[in-house]
């Protein structure tokens, strides 16, 4: 690959292009392989990983729990996007995008499955009543935000941090176009929180839980180690905002469902129970082995 190209007239699949995340891009949709997905006892099923996306979704059915709504149950389970467990034919029948999060709500008749992780903030919202305010306008607001993340974050996540961290080198002009934009969209929220609790304004709502995870993320330094890069400690609104929200259970809980990576203790691979994230202490993980007693 080199700087310039031009591109031929027609394009065509060259499967070695390089890059973390290369060996699961694929120019078509649809299954795989035969795989059916594991179903829990709870009515709701997820299958997800502990991505900004994942965790969106986690985090509301924690906040959900906290509020002692017990119908919002649910099983997380793990799919492994770098082994290509979303090209699963189980999967692709819940989301056709191939792309987690995926959810199944059992307790509709048929079921109700749910792909796009804003569809299922919403979903859950209605279906509980509860993180979208009724107030008209607010409600509006809260959705404009809920929008605003779902288009934006493509450029932070598939644009910025792709180029900054996962392509095969480092190339000065895409960093330099997504650093200026993930930066814009830094400041859009920055002026927005100075003048607002919230992103809906006084409520906590679905927009915070879909949008905290990637710009709290970015905010916290904790997204593609580039805090120092963007000089995120500049975006003091955001940063009031991002620490307010990381103090809250249902968030702390929802930040570690399907997360197989990071320090141990932040960990939660699949949950299944309430009773999981007290069993998921240090002190219990060495007790069964999982993690190696300190010396
Ligand atoms: N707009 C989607 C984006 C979902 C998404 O991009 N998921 C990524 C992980 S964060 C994924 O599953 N990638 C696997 C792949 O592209 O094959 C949503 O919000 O649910």
Same mark, same amino acid.
């Not at 975006?235 to 940063?239: E, I, R």
């Not at 009773?275 to 007290?278: A, G, H, L, R």
């Given at each position: 690959m !080199?700087? !310039?190209y031009t591109p031929p007239? #027609?394009?065509e699949w060259e499967s070695e292009s390089g890059g973390r995340f290369a060996n699961i891009n694929r120019p078509i949709a649809g299954p795989t392989h035969d795989e059916e997905l594991k179903v829990g006892k709870h009515p709701f099923q997820l299958y997800s990983l502990g991505t900004p996306n994942g965790v969106k979704v986690t985090i509301m059915f924690e906040e959900l729990l906290e509020l002692g709504i017990t119908e919002a149950e649910y099983d997380a389970w793990l799919v492994n996007i770098g082994e290509g467990k979303q090209f699963s034919s189980g999967f692709v029948d819940v989301n056709p995008n191939s792309k987690i999060p995926a959810l199944m709500d059992h307790s509709t008749n048929p079921p109700t499955r749910l792909f796009e992780s804003a569809s299922m903030l919403l979903y859950l919202a209605e279906k509980f009543g509860k993180f979208l305010p009724t107030d008209h306008h607010k409600r509006a607001e809260a959705i404009n935000w809920l929008f605003w993340v779902q288009g934006s974050a493509p450029f932070l996540g598939g644009g910025f941090g792709h180029f900054y961290a996962y392509a095969p080198e480092k190339w000065e002009y895409p960093i330099n176009r997504y650093?200026?934009?993930v930066k814009r969209q830094m400041d859009v929220l920055d002026r927005h929180l100075a003048d607002n609790e919230y992103l809906a304004g006084d409520e906590y709502s679905v927009a915070d839980m879909g949008t905290f995870p990637w710009y709290g993320g970015m905010a916290r330094g904790v997204l593609y180690e580039a805090g120092e890069f963007l000089q995120v400690q500049d975006?003091?609104? #955001?940063?009031r905002w991002a620490k307010q929200l990381n103090e809250r259970p249902g968030v702390k809980r929802g930040m570690m469902v399907n997360r197989p990576y990071g320090e141990p203790e932040t960990q939660l691979h699949e949950r299944h129970d309430a009773?999981?994230?007290?069993n998921n202490t240090q002190d219990k993980r060495i007790a069964r082995g999982e993690v190696p007693a300190p010396e």
């Open positions: !080199t700087d !310039t007239k #027609v394009w650093a200026m934009e975006y003091k609104n #955001v940063q009773s999981d994230f007290e």
